[in-house]
């Protein structure tokens, strides 16, 4: 099964900086990579995916970049604002088959300091 | 559109006991997924079900199940319940136009289970 591995486990950065969250993962079949928020009381969010055969996304404040040789993608947050603070889970996977059966990274506990 | 909506949101109970929760997806979504969130063990798949069907299941004892009915509507169960069951068990819905086809999937904001 798929190996997902996070990092940082906790990050803590001042507002208007920027954060990266890198996730490593094992099954080189995996060709659809979300990140999802969740905040607390509530349940994960996706803010951002990318298929395999594109190397960055963006979307506003937030990017995600891949690597497939090296086997990680990143989560980019830039001017963070406080109300990026939450978990952020990556759940690398095959676009096509296995059905919804995720593998969740550990999780990064994003703190946005005035 | 309404999003997944879990109930109950909240519940306690006691060692040995079972519980029902229950879970309605986004009109028209075919998968729903059950997740047990605990903060030692993260994120963890229950079980996936797809058109009443289950066609995934995670690595959680029997006492652990799951249905879906002909509306998409999904419950799962916790037998015989022990203390390390208490967590939040997330429900997720996907809409999956074609089954072999991954959508992504959209969460509700769970029932948080706790056994004294």
């Known amino acids: 099964g798929e190996n997902v591995e996070q990092h940082p486990s906790t990050l803590s950065v001042q507002e208007g900086d920027s954060a990266v969250i890198k996730c490593t993962y094992s099954d080189s079949a995996s060709n659809y990579f979300p990140w999802y928020k969740q905040e607390l009381g509530k349940g994960p969010q996706l803010i951002i995916d990318i298929r395999s055969n594109v190397g960055e996304k963006k979307d506003q404040r937030i990017a995600v970049t891949l690597n497939k040789t090296a086997k990680h993608f990143s989560l980019h947050i830039t001017e963070t604002q406080p109300e990026d603070s939450a978990v952020y889970f990556c759940a690398p996977r095959q676009f096509t088959g296995g059905g919804n059966k995720l593998t969740f990274g550990t999780g990064t506990q994003l703190k946005v300091e005035l | 559109k309404a999003g997944v909506t879990q109930t109950p949101r909240y519940l306690i109970k006691t060692r040995g006991q079972q519980v029902t929760l229950s879970c309605s997806p986004i009109s028209g979504h075919r998968s729903v997924s059950w997740y047990q969130q605990t903060p030692g063990q993260g994120l963890q798949f229950l079980f996936e079900y797809f058109s009443e069907t289950q066609r995934n299941k995670g690595n959680f004892p029997g006492r652990f199940s799951g249905r879906q009915f002909s509306n998409s509507r999904s419950e799962m169960n916790v037998s015989t319940l022990e203390l390390g069951d208490s967590a939040l068990y997330l429900c997720?819905?996907?809409?999956?136009?074609?089954?072999?086809?991954?959508?992504?999937?959209?969460f509700g904001n769970g029932t948080r289970l706790t056994v004294t």
């Open positions: 997720a819905s996907s809409l999956n136009r074609q089954e072999n086809n991954n959508s992504p999937l959209h």
